[in-house]
């Protein structure tokens, strides 16, 4: 079984403060996704890091994938109040058409005015 | 375009009766995915189907869930009979192929009483 563990768990923190979560694994992935899930709502794809090393950024979101392709992280500058939600991270691992996705618990962030 | 549509969205049910869920995935979109996320986790991938055919039910509980895609378009998703560990967010998904792209549905919430 892969597993991926998230940490913190849980984050609370002030409008404008910087935020670092983290999505470890002893797996290698092929490629290592990012979703935001919103209340009441389903997860949405953000971002995709396919490569070691890579980084990719999204507006305030920084997406970093480890070099050895089994960890990754998540950095948000000046974080905002819409920031709010839980952060999942999933690793992929492909095989044709099964295709396999696992997902870690998340991270739940809540920005306060 | 339309997303993922599921229903009902909130389902309440006492243990030992059944439920069945439903859901119409993005047109065109061959890859449909249920999963189950229990509150304060991640996402569980229950069965995969490519067109009508499944390609991974490994974590399908098939003692008491099954789900079908005859026509390769809608799918249902049933427990009979539900337990309390049962309660849970039901996720649809959907995708063009294996490996594109993931989108999810709001969900359908189950309560085990």
Redesign the interface.
């Known amino acids: 079984t892969q597993l ?1 563990e998230q940490s913190p768990q849980f984050l609370s923190i002030q409008e404008g403060e910087n935020l670092t979560v983290y999505c470890n694994s002893s797996s290698v992935f092929s490629s290592l996704q990012w979703y935001r899930q919103e209340p ?6 953000l971002v ?1 890091v396919v490569t070691g090393g890579e980084v990719k950024k999204l507006k305030r979101l920084t997406f970093q994938f480890g070099d050895a392709r089994k960890d990754s992280s998540l950095h948000i500058t000046a974080a905002q109040p819409g920031d709010t939600g839980l952060y ?1 991270c ?1 690793g ?1 691992r ?1 095989g ?11 991270t739940l962030l809540t920005v306060n005015p | 375009e339309a997303g993922v549509a599921q229903s009902p969205r909130y389902k309440i049910i006492e243990k030992r009766q059944s439920v069945a869920f439903w859901c119409n995935p993005i047109s065109g979109h061959a890859t449909l995915y249920w999963y189950q996320q229990i509150l304060g986790q991640g996402p569980k991938l229950l069965i995969q189907f490519q067109n009508n055919g499944v390609v991974d039910d490994s974590q399908l509980p098939k003692d008491r869930f099954s789900a079908e895609r005859l026509k390769g378009v809608d799918s249902t998703l049933k427990i009979q009979p539900a337990k309390l560990e049962d309660s849970a967010v039901y996720l649809c998904a959907s995708s063009w192929v294996a490996g594109n792209t993931i989108y999810f549905g709001e969900g359908s919430w189950l309560t085990v009483v």
């Open positions: 991926l009441g709502e389903g997860p949405v794809l995709t999942l999933a992929a492909s044709g058409s099964n295709y396999k996705l696992t997902f870690g618990k998340g």
